[in-house]
Each structure stands twice: as C-alpha cells, then as structure tokens.
T-cell receptor, first 111, second 112 residues
C-alpha cells in the first residue's frame, strides 16, 4: 500500500488566493483527519470524517476553511481567501481501528 | 478534557547516550497511549503503543511503560544514534471522538 498521499508537498501562494490541499487515504480506512502543525500551536485537529461524513469540524479556525470528502478515496481542504497566518504544515491522516497513518504533509506558505 | 504534557525540548545528546523524554497525560479512564516520531520533512510515524496499564510498548530500541499510578508514559532508549534525531510526540485518543490528541512534541538532536 502506498500510504496516505497528500498533494502538493509545498504550496506558496499570495494572500487572498484560494488554496486547495488534497489527500488520498489508505484504501479501506474509514476515518480521515486533517491536522495543522505550527511552531506556536503544535498539532491541531481541524476536522475528521467517518465513512465520508464530517463528524467534527470544531477545530476549523474560520469560515475561510472548508473540507470535503466526496468519496472514500479523496478529500480536500480549501482555504479561501488565504492569509499569512494560515502558513503551516497540513497533515492528512487515515485510520482503521486504533491505527493512524499520516501523509507527508503539505507545507503552505502564504505571502 | 484529555491532554498530554511533554517535556520541553530541544534535547541534545551525544551518540550512545541514554534518552528519556517525559510524557504525562490527563484522561477519562485508561486509554491507549502512543509515541509518534516525525523525521525532518516527513509525516508522523507510529513508534510504539501500549493499550493498558503496566503494558510496555517497544520498537527500534525505544521503550515506554504505561504507568496509571503516575499517569505517565515516558519514552526511553538506552543508546541513541544520530539517526534518531527527530521530533517525538506523545498522544492519546480523545474521549468521545475518534481522533488523537498530541503533546507539543520534543525535538531530539543526537550529535556524533
């Protein structure tokens, strides 16, 4: 299995632009998570899905953030409009039972 | 709510030194406990886990024992290598929701 696949690995964008991060979970995993990692706040859970349905989005910082999971093999995290304070590494993870697998992350820089 | 507290880093050691990274937790009941490792430029990888009190998780020379009396899950390694340089995260499952809560992470730097 290829593991959790995220794209792009790096994204540099200008303030105000729309950014879309993508994630392909491990086949058969029924949970998908989006985390954000910053030096100041560490790893924060943004949102998670179970069987493609959003379960808890209480960690999404603002209405500028949205996430979708149209099918079991794909999820997106969108920021519109982006701001410099959104600069961080965004991780996607998938899970089955108590095992969690993380992608390599997308490093987002908003200038 | 559930939380994890890790020792502040960075921790700088010489090769072959003994490593301890402290982790204490606050949780309802007795959840599974995890250590994850993040190498530079990569995602988090599961290092080891323990599912009940007094269990010892081990992997790649690292060990951690689930101590319910002290609510701790300290990570240890008898002889570190340069290749162990990474950030280490202690974690536990959230009560009532299917996600992991992570500690702040401890950066380990091993010098030759």
């Amino acid at each position: 299995d290829a593991g959790v696949i995220q794209s792009p690995r790096h994204e540099v964008t200008e303030m105000g632009q729309e950014v879309t991060l993508r994630c392909k979970p491990i086949s058969g995993h029924d949970y998908l998570f989006w985390y954000r990692q910053t030096m100041m706040r560490g790893l924060e859970l943004l949102i998670y899905f179970n069987n493609n349905v959003p379960i808890d989005d209480s960690g999404m910082p603002e209405d500028r953030f949205s996430a979708k999971m149209p099918n079991a093999s794909f999820s997106t995290l969108k920021i519109q409009p982006s701001e410099p304070r959104d600069s961080a590494v965004y991780f996607c993870a998938s899970s089955l039972a108590d095992g969690f697998a993380f992608g390599s992350g997308t490093r987002l820089t908003v200038v | 709510g559930d939380s994890v507290t890790q020792m502040e880093g960075p921790v700088t050691l010489s090769e072959e030194a003994f490593l301890t990274i402290n982790c204490t937790y606050t949780a309802t009941g007795y959840p599974s406990l995890f250590w994850y490792v993040q190498y530079p430029g990569e995602g988090l990888q599961l290092l080891l886990k323990a599912t009940k009190a007094d269990d010892k998780g081990s992997n790649k020379g690292f060990e951690a024992t689930y101590r319910k009396e002290t609510t701790s899950f300290h990570l240890e390694k008898g002889s570190v290598q340069v290749s162990d340089s990474a950030v280490y995260f202690c974690a536990l499952p959230d009560t009532g929701r299917r996600a992991l809560t992570f500690g702040s992470g401890t950066r380990l730097q091993v010098q030759p």
